[in-house]
Antibody, heavy 119, light 108 residues
Framework: EVQLLESGGGLVQPGGSLRLSCEVSGFTFSNYAMSWVRQAPGKGLEWVSGIIGSGGNTFYADSLKGRFTISRDNSQNTLFLQMDSLRVEDTALYYC????????????WGRGTLVTVSS | EVVLTQSPGTLSLSPGERATLSCRASQSVSSTYLAWYQQKPGQAPRLLISDASSRATGISDRFSGSGSGTDFTLTISRVEPEDFAVYYCQQYGRSPSPFGGGTKVEIK
């Protein structure tokens, strides 16, 4: 059974940083692209970032303007999202998502970790 | 960057009725890379359809997807009580992988 467990969310002040983690099990992690998708309270889904299985290629939403960095540790079956220069509008539930060996669609989703940016 | 526009924003239906949800892209999208997801309150989204028309594992045949180019459709042949939810389309051909704004299917 595929399991995705996010952690690292919390309350942070504007301008601060957070590092999200996603521990996975139930599949060969290094074979699959992974992504982060967020959802602001009461709003729709927003794709944030993606990374292929080897970690060699990464992709980002234009709106992030270089503030976020996705990475993975295939030896630890863990996906990361480093978030810097956080803004109030980054407040959202952040989902870890399993793609496919070639990238998408997004087949399995975690339960999400909540990031709140507020002073 | 492709922008996906979903309509209507809200669809009010009675159980047993047919639901037709639209997803229009700002530029042509390969049908190989168009997906539909269902999200119920308090839950993570669930993949329904990939490649514009292929049902995901375990998805009822009440759900069907169609379309090509810039116009895609999700159809629920007869809406069941468990189908009332928000539905999102997504283009997933590498980067970026935008979602549409969603269509809420609510009980009339």
């Amino acid at each position: 059974e595929v399991q995705l467990l996010e952690s690292g969310g919390g309350l942070v002040q504007p301008g601060g940083s957070l590092r999200l983690s996603c521990e996975v099990s139930g599949f060969t992690f290094s074979n699959y692209a992974m992504s982060w998708v967020r959802q602001a309270p009461g709003k729709g889904l927003e794709w944030v970032s993606g990374i292929i299985g080897s970690g060699g290629n990464t992709f980002y939403a234009d709106s992030l303007k270089g503030r976020f960095t996705i990475s993975r540790d295939n030896s630890q079956n863990t996906l990361f999202l480093q978030m810097d220069s956080l803004r109030v509008e980054d407040t959202a539930l952040y989902y870890c998502v399993q793609g496919t060996p070639t990238y998408g669609p997004f087949d399995h989703w975690g339960r999400g970790t909540l990031v709140t940016v507020s002073s | 960057e492709v922008v996906l526009t979903q309509s209507p924003g809200t669809l009010s239906l009675s159980p047993g009725e047919r639901a037709t949800l639209s997803c229009r892209a700002s530029q042509s999208v390969s049908s190989t890379y168009l997906a539909w997801y269902q999200q119920k309150p308090g839950q993570a989204p669930r993949l329904l359809i990939s490649d514009a028309s292929s049902r995901a594992t375990g998805i009822s045949d009440r759900f069907s997807g169609s379309g090509s180019g810039t116009d895609f459709t999700l159809t629920i042949s007869r809406v069941e009580p468990e189908d009332f939810a928000v539905y999102y389309c997504q283009q997933y051909g590498r980067s970026p992988s935008p979602f549409g704004g969603g269509t809420k299917v609510e009980i009339k």
